[in-house]
């Protein structure tokens, strides 16, 4: 609600008034929608998590790749042997020995394993353009719940003045009964205005309260002063004018649908990696070990040996486990095909259902616009119409009220289109900073 600024009861000077309004300006510098997204940026719990769940399911692909790599593995033991012998013609013995080994196996042959590293790296894009989609999220929750703020402010701002001007025709009315001017009627019906204005005020501040805390909750901090949108703010139909190619674009940019298309790829490998438990594995093979002994007399102190080869395994039969475990993965590609086009189709209305709400919000801006103009021209008229005695005084709060409502529910209505027009790039796929940067460049400094 925009209010015209009171006048000064008094005389202050131009350095006087440069001098208290400097300070002023620092403290209550408006936070803006840039700063907001920012903050949450570091603070919402909810990105966090989806950036640790991201950078954790990438370490899966290096896993995955190591079954693939050369395992080499050092043993080594030290101990003292001591042997006492009951032969007399044999002497006891004590003597140190060192045991070590060095093996190496390289997988030639794993045909399950490589199934398993296309599986994961799936799984790892998967997690990627999930992480992509929770940005677009923090992005567009950063903004619903700034606009929430201002939505609630000016139903504040509406129920404020509503009250204000109930109040003076309330006065007004006490004072024409008294001179006999109006009825009784008059009068009670003014008061009865006023107790509902005062009601519809105080809910009004819980909800712009609660809305707050919704915003504290996202950045962990109390908003201050937030930016409102521009008087004469430029706001134009979203390109290109047509919902069927927001829909094609949602097809091939929307990350929770290629979030989706990686899980059923990732489902789809899985099964090869199944299989794959009943083919043969081969792996090269060598081995060092040698023994040193200290101390000792009667025997070759130390001794060592190597060996190299191939290795072949194959099960033969795993009591019908592998056969199982086929037929659960082949159920699981089918739910991830299942998912996947349920998402497709949810995405597709989602594009549409955006781009509709930008529009009809684009439409209501405008004519609240004009609703503006025509509910002043009609609370004037109602009001000349009062004091000549052809309207009431309930005519009078009914024509305020429809004023003060109208210029509440204009300024509801650009907030709507903004947040509608970031709903639609999200949709689409391609929500990003930079359409913050052009949203927040809408609103006041």
């Known amino acids: 609600m925009r209010r015209s600024p ?34 949450a940026r570091t603070s919402d719990p909810e990105f966090q998590q989806a950036l640790a769940d991201r ?63 296309d599986q994961t790296s799936a799984q790892v894009e998967q997690a990627r353009a999930e992480f992509t989609f929770a940005e677009q999220a923090l992005i567009l929750r950063a903004a619903e719940r700034y606009f929430a703020v201002l939505d609630a402010r000016e139903a504040v ?11 003076r025709q309330l006065e007004q009315a006490e004072q024409r009964f008294e001179v006999g001017v109006i009825a009784r ?5 003014a008061k009865a205005q006023s107790d509902l204005a005062r009601a519809s005020l105080l809910q009004s501040r819980d909800d712009l309260e609660s809305q707050r805390e919704a915003l ?23 390109e290109p004018a047509d919902p069927s190619q927001w829909r094609d674009r949602a097809q091939e940019d929307n990350r929770e649908l290629l979030a989706a298309q990686f899980a059923a790829q990732a489902a789809m490998e899985g099964i090869d990696v199944e ?18 002994q200290y101390e000792r007399e009667d025997s070759d102190p130390s001794s060592d040996q190597w060996s190299a080869g191939i290795e072949l395994s194959m099960p033969l039969y ?35 259902n955006a781009y509709r709400g930008a529009l009809t919000a684009l439409e209501r801006v405008r004519a609240l616009d004009q609703a503006r103009v025509s509910t002043q021209a009609a609370l004037d008229a109602t009001e000349a119409g009062f ?42 796929g391609t929500l990003s900073v930079a359409d913050l940067r052009r949203v927040n460049a809408l609103l006041s400094d």
């Open 6 to 39: 009171q006048p000064f009861a008094g005389f202050i000077t131009i350095a006087t008034l440069a001098g208290l309004l400097l300070p002023v300006a620092s403290v209550w510098a408006a936070d803006d929608l840039l700063s907001i997204y920012e903050r």
């Open 55 to 117: 950078q954790a399911r990438e370490e899966a692909l290096p896993q995955a790749r190591a079954g693939l790599r050369p395992q080499v593995s050092l043993e080594s033991a030290y101990q003292t042997i001591d042997t006492d012998s009951d032969i007399g013609t044999q002497q006891d013995v004590r003597y140190e020995q060192l045991n070590y080994g060095v093996s190496l196996s390289q997988p030639l042959y794993r045909y399950s394993q490589a199934r398993r590293v």
């Open 157 to 167: 701002d509406a129920a404020e003045a509503s009250l204000q001007a109930i109040e």
């Open 185 to 189: 009627t008059d009068v009670e019906e």
């Open 216 to 238: 504290r909750e996202l950045t962990n901090q109390a908003p201050a002063l937030l930016a409102s949108v521009r008087e004469g703010a430029s706001l134009n139909s979203p």
């Open 275 to 292: 299989r794959g438990a009943r083919f043969p594995q081969l792996d090269i093979v060598a081995n060092y070990s040698g023994v040193d």
């Open 318 to 352: 795993q009591g019908g486990g592998i056969r199982s475990s086929v037929r659960e993965a082949q159920f699981r590609y089918t739910e991830a095909r299942e998912v996947l086009e349920q998402t497709r189709r949810s995405v597709s209305r989602d594009a549409a």
């Open 387 to 428: 004091e000549v005695g052809t309207r009431t005084i309930v005519d009078v709060l009914n024509a305020q009220r429809e004023r003060f409502n109208a210029e509440r529910d204009y300024e509801q209505a650009r907030h709507a289109y903004l947040v509608n027009t970031l709903r639609l790039k999200q949709a689409a």
